[in-house]
């Protein structure tokens, strides 16, 4: 089976996702975090089905991003390891990518 890495910023975006939306519906939050954990597992296996994402830095290339399934509002953003997948980020599609995925230093 291939291995899942989940990022500690890819871990505090679905932690943050989960509190926002569980504010209002506790049941809606515990759905997206199974759909994510299910996406994450497609991914694993199928790590070329996500769009290729056009990184400012070299050393974000080979990053590609895919919805979380039925939740199509929130993009996950990996990479393929030789061993499997990294997820470096969840946003919400809404949000500026470039601020989360390449912060200025």
């Known amino acids: 089976m291939p291995s899942?890495?989940?990022t500690p910023a890819a871990e505090?975006?679905?932690?943050g996702i989960w509190v926002y939306v569980a504010?209002?519906?506790e049941k809606a939050a515990n759905r997206i975090f199974k759909a994510a954990e299910e996406t994450f597992n497609l991914l694993?296996?199928?790590p070329g089905i996500g769009t290729p994402y056009h990184?400012?830095?070299?050393?974000l290339q080979g990053i590609r991003f895919f919805p979380i399934n039925k939740f199509h509002r929130y993009l996950i953003y990996y990479r393929e390891q030789p061993d499997g997948i990294e997820i470096i980020r969840v946003l919400h599609a809404q949000m500026e990518k470039y601020k989360h995925l390449e912060p200025e230093s």
């Open 44 to 46: 694993a296996h199928s």
């Open 23 to 25: 504010r209002n519906n």
């Open 55 to 59: 990184p400012r830095r070299i050393q």
């Open 4 to 6: 899942i890495l989940i």
């Open 12 to 15: 505090e975006d679905l932690i």
